[in-house]
């Protein structure tokens, strides 16, 4: 009969059989590694130890245990590493058993040489928001969007494991005392909610991911400025009476849309900590996107003008060179 194995239900990888590295020569020791210590859960069993490659599970204090002997069946097995990294989760977790491992126990070196769990699944994180201890991160090779506080630098490194916002459910983001927004396990799918201390979280998740919302609402807005120009190009400022305490929020958008989440373009938040430029191409106003993506947009120079002088932005050219001064304007 020859090796048979499993792949962890976490990381897809094989199981390795407990005789794959052979013994220390310097010891006399049976050599480890990651990917052989392996766990088998069932109905209140879990057993953790090695697989011999034959069916068994050998325990750490040495017993053998059949895979097929813990009620459930078909086996429900993981690596050891990557069972801790996500919580130690009970059988009843995953969503059916593990499948056979077609390396039969004897994964290949690329497989071999991987270091840890965390490199047996690759994640490409970027960062796009943050609230006080709690940060957001888009996955660049899943285009999905992950949340971690400060238990760990990025979401697969932290003690609750990879938690991806819900954007496709119909749960709401929540608002009552505090904020409740709708998370999905990355290893069995199951729905959970993590807490938010301040609504301005609240409303980024909502706002950014189009998730509808519960006990509040996403944007108050208040119309300021209409630009005079040409209505093809009518630029329209708009202030958020839901900003942050002491950090007002500022939109403009063109007339595609009633209000700046209603336009083709969504929100443009204008960014108060840049110049508004003008050179060959106009002027241009800084604004950043609810994802954080940092461009700017086209206006007139009336527009220009009632931006930085609402806002307290300077009016510089694009060389830097010159700064122009501002007119008081009125409003709507």
């Known amino acids: 009969m020859g090796y048979s194995s499993y792949l962890c239900k976490s990381c897809n990888n094989s199981i390795a059989s407990n005789d794959c590295l052979g013994c220390d020569p310097q010891t006399g020791r049976q050599k480890t590694h990651w990917l052989m210590e392996c766990v088998l859960l069932g109905d209140g069993v879990t057993v953790v ?20 002997d813990t009620g459930r069946g078909a086996p429900v097995m993981l690596h050891k590493a990557c069972w801790g990294k996500m919580g130690r989760p009970a059988a009843g977790s995953f969503d059916g058993p593990s499948a056979p491992d077609p390396h039969q126990g004897n994964p290949p070196d690329d497989v071999w040489s991987l270091l840890s769990p965390l490199d047996a699944k690759q994640y490409r994180w970027v960062q796009i928001a943050k609230f006080g201890a709690r940060r957001y991160f888009r996955d660049e090779n899943s285009g999905r969007i992950s ?92 202030f958020d009476r839901n900003s942050p305490q002491g950090k007002p929020r500022y939109a403009i958008c063109d007339s595609s849309g009633g209000k700046p989440h209603t336009t083709e373009d969504g929100v443009m938040w204008i960014d108060t900590s840049k110049s508004i430029v003008f050179g060959n191409e106009g002027f241009r106003v800084p604004v950043l996107s609810n994802s954080g993506q940092s461009y700017s947009t086209p206006v007139f120079y009336a527009d220009a003008d009632f931006v930085a002088f609402k806002c307290g932005m300077e009016i510089v050219s694009a060389d830097g060179k010159y700064k122009m001064a501002l007119e008081a304007v009125g409003g709507a």
């Open 49 to 68: 130890g090695t697989f011999d490659g034959y069916g068994n599970v050998v325990s750490e204090e040495g017993h053998e245990v059949d895979v097929y």
């Open 147 to 238: 949340q971690v506080g400060d238990s760990g630098a990025t979401p697969d490194r932290s003690e609750d494991g990879i938690l991806w916002v819900d954007v496709d459910g119909d749960r709401p983001v929540a608002w009552e005392k505090f904020g409740s927004i709708p998370m999905v396990q990355d290893f069995s799918g199951a729905e959970c909610r993590i807490g938010a201390d301040t609504k301005e979280e609240c409303m980024w998740v909502a706002n950014t991911f189009g998730i509808p919302t519960q006990g509040f609402q996403t944007y108050d807005w208040e119309l300021l400025w209409k630009s005079p120009g040409p209505s093809s190009r009518a630029a329209r400022v708009f």
